[in-house]
Protein backbone atom coordinates (compact mmCIF):
# COMPACT_ATOMS: atom_id res chain seq x y z
CA UNK A 1 0.00 0.00 0.00
CA UNK A 2 1.53 3.28 -1.06
CA UNK A 3 0.28 6.45 1.39
CA UNK A 4 0.86 10.06 1.23
CA UNK A 5 1.24 12.38 3.98
CA UNK A 6 0.12 15.63 2.93
CA UNK A 7 -1.69 19.15 4.74
CA UNK A 8 -5.14 18.96 5.80
CA UNK A 9 -7.54 20.06 3.35
CA UNK A 10 -11.17 21.72 4.32
CA UNK A 11 -12.58 18.50 2.13
CA UNK A 12 -10.97 16.31 4.32
CA UNK A 13 -13.02 16.82 8.11
CA UNK A 14 -15.66 14.91 7.45
CA UNK A 15 -13.26 11.84 7.22
CA UNK A 16 -11.34 12.91 10.02
CA UNK A 17 -14.07 13.61 12.85
CA UNK A 18 -15.29 9.96 11.56
CA UNK A 19 -11.85 8.85 12.01
CA UNK A 20 -11.17 10.42 15.79
CA UNK A 21 -14.90 9.30 16.35
CA UNK A 22 -13.18 6.18 16.22
CA UNK A 23 -10.08 6.35 17.79
CA UNK A 24 -11.83 8.88 21.15
CA UNK A 25 -15.28 7.21 20.98
CA UNK A 26 -15.54 9.17 24.60
CA UNK A 27 -13.53 12.65 23.59
CA UNK A 28 -14.39 12.68 19.39
CA UNK A 29 -14.37 15.69 17.33
CA UNK A 30 -16.68 16.84 14.55
CA UNK A 31 -15.77 18.58 11.94
CA UNK A 32 -16.50 21.92 13.60
CA UNK A 33 -14.17 21.36 16.29
CA UNK A 34 -11.11 20.27 13.58
CA UNK A 35 -11.89 23.48 12.11
CA UNK A 36 -11.82 25.67 14.91
CA UNK A 37 -8.98 24.37 16.11
CA UNK A 38 -6.69 24.54 12.33
CA UNK A 39 -8.28 28.27 13.00
CA UNK A 40 -6.17 28.99 15.62
CA UNK A 41 -2.96 30.66 14.39
CA UNK A 42 -0.03 28.59 14.38
CA UNK A 43 -2.13 25.39 14.28
CA UNK A 44 -2.00 22.89 11.59
CA UNK A 45 -2.91 19.56 10.59
CA UNK A 46 -1.25 16.73 8.50
CA UNK A 47 -2.70 13.48 7.59
CA UNK A 48 -1.49 9.74 6.08
CA UNK A 49 -3.95 8.90 3.67
CA UNK A 50 -4.02 5.84 0.86
CA UNK A 51 -2.39 7.16 -2.39
CA UNK A 52 -4.82 5.49 -4.50
CA UNK A 53 -8.13 5.94 -2.45
CA UNK A 54 -7.39 8.89 -0.43
CA UNK A 55 -8.72 6.71 2.49
CA UNK A 56 -7.30 9.03 5.97
CA UNK A 57 -4.94 6.42 8.21
CA UNK A 58 -3.67 9.21 10.53
CA UNK A 59 -3.74 12.53 11.30
CA UNK A 60 -2.35 15.01 13.35
CA UNK A 61 -3.49 18.26 14.77
CA UNK A 62 -0.57 20.68 16.44
CA UNK A 63 0.31 24.32 17.26
CA UNK A 64 3.48 25.78 16.50
CA UNK A 65 3.76 29.10 18.54
CA UNK A 66 6.34 31.14 20.87
CA UNK A 67 9.31 27.94 20.99
CA UNK A 68 6.82 25.66 21.84
CA UNK A 69 4.76 22.83 19.55
CA UNK A 70 1.67 21.36 21.02
CA UNK A 71 -0.21 18.17 19.32
CA UNK A 72 -3.56 18.34 20.04
CA UNK A 73 -4.69 14.91 18.63
CA UNK A 74 -3.14 12.24 17.36
CA UNK A 75 -4.99 9.36 15.31
CA UNK A 76 -4.45 6.36 13.33
CA UNK A 77 -6.89 4.06 12.09
CA UNK A 78 -7.27 1.01 13.76
CA UNK A 79 -6.50 -1.14 10.76
CA UNK A 80 -3.46 1.12 9.98
CA UNK A 81 -2.25 1.34 13.40
CA UNK A 82 1.32 -0.25 14.18
CA UNK A 83 2.46 0.43 10.52
CA UNK A 84 4.47 3.53 11.43
CA UNK A 85 1.76 6.23 10.33
CA UNK A 86 1.87 8.70 13.99
CA UNK A 87 5.63 8.26 14.23
CA UNK A 88 5.64 9.39 10.07
CA UNK A 89 3.52 12.13 11.58
CA UNK A 90 4.93 13.26 14.77
CA UNK A 91 8.33 12.93 13.16
CA UNK A 92 7.39 15.69 10.44
CA UNK A 93 5.84 17.78 13.40
CA UNK A 94 9.52 17.39 15.20
CA UNK A 95 11.04 18.52 11.43
CA UNK A 96 8.40 21.91 10.87
CA UNK A 97 8.51 22.38 15.06
CA UNK A 98 12.74 22.63 14.78
CA UNK A 99 12.24 25.29 11.66
CA UNK A 100 9.57 27.20 13.30
CA UNK A 101 12.09 27.89 16.15
CA UNK A 102 10.04 25.29 18.87
CA UNK A 103 12.51 23.97 21.28
CA UNK A 104 9.91 21.18 22.82
CA UNK A 105 6.87 19.71 22.12
CA UNK A 106 4.11 18.51 24.53
CA UNK A 107 1.61 16.21 24.38
CA UNK A 108 -1.23 15.28 27.13
CA UNK A 109 -2.25 11.65 27.64
CA UNK A 110 -4.66 10.10 29.32
CA UNK A 111 -3.13 7.82 31.87
CA UNK A 112 -4.98 4.64 31.19
CA UNK A 113 -3.62 5.11 27.13
CA UNK A 114 -0.87 3.37 27.31
CA UNK A 115 -0.11 3.21 23.54
CA UNK A 116 0.40 6.92 23.58
CA UNK A 117 2.46 6.84 26.49
Known amino acids: ?34 AELLAIAGASGHLVEETETREPLGFI ?14 CAAAAARRQ ?11 ARARRGGARSVGLEVAADNLAAR
Open 61 to 74: LDLILAGEAEIFTL
Open 84 to 94: GIARDLVEHLF
Open 1 to 34: MMRQLRPIAVDDLAALAALHRACFPDDRWDERAI
